[in-house]
Nanobody, 119 residues
Framework: QVHLVESGGGSVQAGGSLRLSCLAFGPIYSNYCMGWFRQAPGTRRVGVAS???????TYADSVKGRFTISKDNAKATLYLQMNSLKPEDTAMYYC?????????????WGQGAQVTVSP
């Protein structure tokens, strides 16, 4: 059974850093594209970053140069390193998995981790 568990959210001042982790259970980790999405109150959930099986990455324009997605296959863990955080990065962040790397393809979701950035 597929299961994704995020950790590492929290509160930080603008300019600070946080790292999110996502532990994957089940057969998806070695077979699926993995990604991070976020949803701020009153807005729709949007893709932040994804990483394909071959390691190629894709980022939303709003986070390019500040966020880095990576994975540790041995630990079945996905990461999102977030640097130079801005108040507009405040959102619930979700780990996700998909059979291919298209923003609309993601079908498995974690429970979310809150990130709050104060001015």
């Amino acid at each position: 059974q597929v299961h994704l568990v995020e950790s590492g959210g929290g509160s930080v001042q603008a300019g600070g850093s946080l790292r999110l982790s996502c532990l994957a259970f089940g057969p998806i980790y070695s077979n699926y594209c993995m990604g991070w999405f976020r949803q701020a109150p009153g807005t729709r959930r949007v893709g932040v970053a994804s990483i394909a099986l071959n390691g190629s990455t894709t980022y939303a324009d709003s986070v390019k140069g500040r966020f880095t997605i990576s994975k540790d296959n041995a630990k079945a863990t996905l990461y999102l390193q977030m640097n130079s955080l801005k108040p507009e990065d405040t959102a619930m962040y979700y780990c996700a998995a998909a059979s291919w790397c298209g923003w609309e393809a993601f079908e498995y979701w974690g429970q979310g981790a809150q990130v709050t950035v104060s001015p």
